[in-house]
């Protein structure tokens, strides 16, 4: 495979992205090699949302490149990044609430005829199986968030794009999304870009981090190193 030639995983070199004429994103550049699971932090409304929605191709860049293990993928459309290997957990999880957890489950496995629902989705999640046919819309915020990861992994990516899973979600389940996101990172070797605000979070699940503000990334580095000055300047709202 290509990223066995040595390639980044993903590579994102000079990106810029508008609204309108209003600019979100400028000059993005960002790697992650394989393995990393890297933290993007940012104050609201800095452009997390877009980055993300940029990389999986729900949005178009009006520039620079965006390489997946050699690939330029760039020009290509959301199902065919999918297909490459990108999974994606969306901010507010957007599961749909009237279908089972199982139908949420198996919706993305129609569009490409796969073997069915992964053993590691219920290895990690024992309660999806256990509420499989339950309406997603019943499930508390946590299992919700839990049943979005579940979708993004059916299709057994190899970069997972999580964009705020602990938002609005109980203090005992945001332990067991950090377990499996360093599970699903460390034993099975899955690459995360992780968007998160939750610092405590942060330093227990990634390993390097990039904040970024205004639009633009302005430090990153080894999670070790994200200290209380760069908090200050560009986290402290
Ligand atoms: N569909 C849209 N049309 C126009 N402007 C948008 C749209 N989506 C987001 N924006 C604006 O783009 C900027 C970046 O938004 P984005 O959602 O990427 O930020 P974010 O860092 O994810 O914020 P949050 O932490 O609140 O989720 C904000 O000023 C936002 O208001
Ligand atoms: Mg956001």
Redesign the pocket.
């Known amino acids: 495979m290509a990223e066995d030639r040595g390639f980044p995983l993903l590579r994102l070199q000079d990106l810029s992205h508008y609204?309108?004429d209003?600019r979100?994103l400028w000059d993005i550049t960002l790697q992650l090699d394989v393995g990393d699971c890297l933290c993007l932090l940012?104050?609201?409304?800095?452009?997390?949302?877009?980055?993300?929605?940029c990389i999986l191709g729900l949005e178009s860049t009006s520039g620079g490149r965006i390489d997946l293990c050699g690939e330029d993928i760039t020009r290509l459309g959301v199902e065919q990044r999918v297909r490459r290997g990108i999974g994606y957990v969306p901010?507010g999880r957007e599961i749909f609430p009237r279908l089972t957890v199982e139908e949420n489950l198996l919706l993305p496995l129609t569009e490409r005829r796969g073997n069915g629902i992964p053993e590691i989705v219920h290895e990690l999640f024992p309660v999806l199986h256990q509420m499989r046919r339950r309406l997603g819309g019943d499930l508390s915020g946590g299992q919700q968030q839990q049943l979005a990861i579940g979708r993004a992994l059916v299709l057994e990516p190899r970069l997972l794009v999580l964009?705020?899973p602990t938002e609005g979600i109980q203090p005992n389940v945001v332990g067991d999304i950090s377990r499996a996101i360093r599970l699903l990172n460390e034993r099975h070797g899955i690459t995360v870009l992780l968007?998160e605000?939750k610092l405590g979070f942060v330093r227990h699940t990634a390993r390097r981090f990039a904040i970024?503000d205004k639009?633009r990334v302005v430090a990153d580095g080894a999670i070790e190193a994200l200290d209380d000055d760069l908090v200050q300047r560009h986290l402290t709202v």
């Open positions: 609204y309108g209003s979100t940012g104050r609201n409304g800095v452009g997390k949302t877009s980055l993300a929605r901010q964009d705020e968007i605000q970024m639009g």
